[in-house]
């Protein structure tokens, strides 16, 4: 009898993993939406923000009072050479290999009501990149959601200084719309959607006016 019931729990808790495992991915929030989402409205949701990570990388998983775990170039491995009865031991550290480069991410917004999209394009061209499909992708849930459903935008694309201004202004309009053509196709009413491109008219604040980071498309509510 106490066999069968140690096995019925057993069997339970291993239903309970596999139930966890099966979870979907879209029941956690994602970053890029929330942080699409708090740069528009104001309306950001701490809880949802990434715990930071302690120096060196390693997560701050550490309960106060008690010192973080080490173990963080080694992966908590140690490998111990055989020494001779009371001869010092040496261990040999496996270095980590080193992260993956992270995708761009979008310039902070100068105020609320306005996000920088942190998009990428073709070289001298209005064509999308991967990488910026799957961005807008997400921006176009995000504008789904209740805070952000009855709201209108204006997509605005500005360049650098380099080159010439008509380019430039030409160059901008065109990614600005391709922006907004690709958020129509996943889903957003175009009606809710302005267009403009300014060109290198209107470069960040404290920003030299030939510098990358003025290449951007920006959201901003109206």
Not at 49 to 74: D, M, Q
Not at 111 to 126: H, I, M, N, W, Y
Request: contains cysteine; charged residues 20%.
């Amino acid at each position: 009898m106490k066999l069968h019931v140690g096995l019925s729990v057993r069997g339970l808790a291993l239903l309970g993993c596999a139930m966890a495992m099966a979870a979907p991915a879209w029941a956690a929030p994602d970053a890029e939406e929330a942080q699409f989402t708090c740069d528009l409205t104001g309306d950001c949701d701490t809880a949802a923000e990434p715990a930071a990570a302690a120096p060196g990388g390693a997560p701050a998983t550490a309960t106060p009072g008690k010192p973080a775990p080490r173990g963080s170039a080694t992966r908590g491995f140690s490998f111990r050479r055989g020494q001779a009865d009371g001869a010092p031991t040496q261990t040999a550290s496996v270095a980590a290999p080193a992260p993956a480069a992270a995708p761009p991410k979008p310039v902070k917004p100068m105020r609320v009501g306005s996000a920088d999209l942190g998009l990428t394009f073709e070289p001298a061209s209005a064509v999308l990149t991967e990488a910026s499909k799957a961005r807008l992708a997400k921006y176009a849930n995000a504008l789904a959601t209740p805070k952000l459903a009855t709201r209108r935008l204006r997509i605005e694309g500005h360049t650098d200084a380099s080159g010439s201004p008509v380019v430039n202004r030409n160059l901008s309009q065109r990614r600005a719309q391709a922006v907004a053509d690709y958020l129509v196709q996943a889903g957003v009413d175009r009606q809710r959607l302005d267009v403009a491109g300014f060109g290198s008219s209107r470069p960040l604040p404290g920003v030299a006016p030939q510098a990358a980071a003025n290449r951007r498309v920006m959201a901003v509510l109206l």
